[in-house]
């Protein structure tokens, strides 16, 4: 039982004191059991508070701390640090968050917020009370990262992590390294070509000993914890070796009888069987699609590079971190969807582009030139009823570097870009402004009366109501219609649900906190990088890899972890192995085992969160948490409903 508590209720600046009156906490609280000292303090994160409370602790010889401040997700490690340079064990420290809960949450009625942030407060006290001098959880670390996806993020985090002398592990679901940069050609700021940009990356990946490279490959198994993740890797053969020609490779692909779409030119042409996207992609083996494959043999007749014998193989990694870099898919726009699949002249951007890449003298699309050309912005993104309600960011800039790139490239283009409000931010404002040089035209339609698209005898229509003429109806003749699709979650993104990894509204991967941790995920040990956890352009992605790197080297670069102590613990009394405790779990914490002649649960303690899921479905009530225990719970609540 704590007999010396230091209790310290902040200002925050006036985001809590201007709503809450924080001299009444401090008053209302400083004779509860156990509270030896009561304070207020402007800032109580700030550098003098800091040391303030080191001195406290120190001289006045306090065993518990609470700090009524902002969320824990923002100063909680900083409180505990503070305790343990004075020489008190942090996990006597606990925060109690009259910010977000109180202040922000009740700024109309700040008798009301005080009044909540004394009870609060008066459980957290409680709380603190019966804390108990904890240690964390040691695990020893494996100094390898697998990273998963090798776009240009992907590729970007495994080189840092193998400078910093990590090993490294990239798993590529595609036969090619690249990613969605692979399929562009001028990008944009920088105007060095995608092909350019992943050649450059791929090479250093090759000439790095620490990096090993697996294409065709997926992570289909996961166990283990932080520190020894046990990945099992699923690898396609591509049935090609080594010694295969180029000549002898185009021989077998003439032959090849099986014609299908071609992906990665987003289906405006067609492929073979066999297929190789473009002279320089990587790996430069080519690969067979075994998905459309017929096994004729007409292909090793003519090249002695095929090989139909190879084995799908299974591989097992451990590794002490996971990085993951999947990436995203470019929005499909629904059937119709201003004229999307209705109208023959209406392709995505991602489309346009790759036409804009075929074409030589003149732009030519369905064998007719094209000269006037419509972009409608915001397709799949800022929605008014459908589910995207984000900005993809990137989108804008994107779309004006092709109309800029096609006005150079074709001189009788004219462009006409229909915008619900243009976001070329930062240094990309040039490309706008060069747009406008050019001659390109703006049209801006209302949030809820986006443009129309229609087809009347042989033309295409699109109309808006534009917002910079005051509301006059203008229309346009298009001879192709280009939808701006912003960017959404990889449709198939099995490895995150593998991993168990959280996922924000928006569907991308979730980091813990944007801004303080903005590459960790709630499973310890697995960061997020690039356009998997939110649009992002391919400088923001590198910097996140960069980031995300940094943090999983820094997880295993000591060789042993320190975990939360906070997990739960079984009654092995009191426990009759029911199942339910296992249900629940959705970390795959616990485990059948047999004791004492009878079965019981037994908790993994390295992968356990804390998270409490467990504790209300057992039926014996066998299940505790370590640090949050039933009494500490009915401490609080009789702090916040005093009995009567």
Known sequence: MKNKIGVYVCHCGGNISDYVDVEKVRKAVENDEGVYLAKTTMFACADSNQKEMVDDIKDQGLDGVV?????????????????????????NYVHANIREQVSWAHSDDKLGATEKAIKIVKATIAKVRNSEALEPIKVKSIKAVAVI???????????????????????????????????????????????????RLYDEVMRHRHVTLFTGAEVIENSGNVGNFK????????????????????????????????????????????????????????????????????????CNGVDFSQQTEYLNINVG????????????????????????????????????HYCDDKLMYNGKEVKNIAYIYCVGSRQVDGENKYCSRYCCTATIHAAIDVKKKFKKVHNFHFNRGIRTYGKQEVLYDESSRLGDIYLQSFEHDPPKVERVG???????????????????????????????????????????????????????????RPVETVIDGVTIAGASQGPKNIMESMNSALSAATKSFSLINSGE????????????????????????????????????????????????????????VCPTNAINLIGLTDVDMENMIDALVPQV
Not at 575 to 588: I, L, M, N, T, V
């Open 458 to 516: 042989d033309e295409t229509i699109v109309r808006i109501k534009d917002v910079l003429t005051k509301d006059k109806e203008l229309e346009v003749v298009a001879d192709l219609v280009v939808l701006v699709t912003g960017m959404v979650p990889r449709k198939d993104n099995s490895i995150g649900n593998l991993l168990k990894v959280p996922k924000g509204r928006d569907k991308f991967f979730n980091e813990i906190h944007m801004k303080l």
């Open 67 to 91: 700090v009524a401040s902002c969320s824990p997700k923002l100063h909680l490690l900083t409180f505990r640090a503070v305790t343990e340079r004075a020489g008190l064990n942090k996990y």
């Open 149 to 199: 996806g090798a776009g240009v993020a992907g590729m970007r985090a495994a080189i840092e992590l193998a400078e910093a002398g990590s090993e490294v592990f990239l798993i590529e679901r595609e036969f090619f390294v690249g990613g969605r940069v692979a399929q562009w050609d001028n990008l944009f700021v920088s105007e060095e070509t995608g092909k350019e940009l992943v050649t």
């Open 561 to 616: 972890l320190a975990l939360e102590p906070t997990v739960a613990m079984v009654d092995e009394n009191a426990c009759d192995y029911c199942g339910k405790c296992e249900e629940a779990c959705p970390y795959s914490a616990f485990e059948k085992v047999e004791k004492s002649g009878k079965f019981i649960v037994k908790v993994n303690s390295t992968v356990c969160k804390g998270c409490g899921m467990c504790l209300p």
């Open 231 to 302: 990945l099992k890797v699923k690898i396609t053969p591509r049935h090609f070796k080594l010694s295969c020609a180029q000549g002898e490779l185009q021989k077998a692909i003439d032959v090849c009888p099986v014609v299908v779409p071609d992906e990665f030119n987003f289906n405006i042409t067609t492929r073979k069987a066999i297929y190789h996207n473009y002279p320089s992609e990587y790996p430069q083996l080519p690969a067979v699609d075994m998905k459309n494959c017929t096994r004729c043999g007409e292909c090793e007749k003519v």
């Open 321 to 356: 971190s996971v990085l993951l870099a999947t990436g995203f898919d470019p929005y499909e726009p629904k059937k119709g969807e201003f004229g999307y699949g209705e109208i023959n002249n209406v392709v995505t951007l991602q489309q346009f582009k790759r036409i804009v």
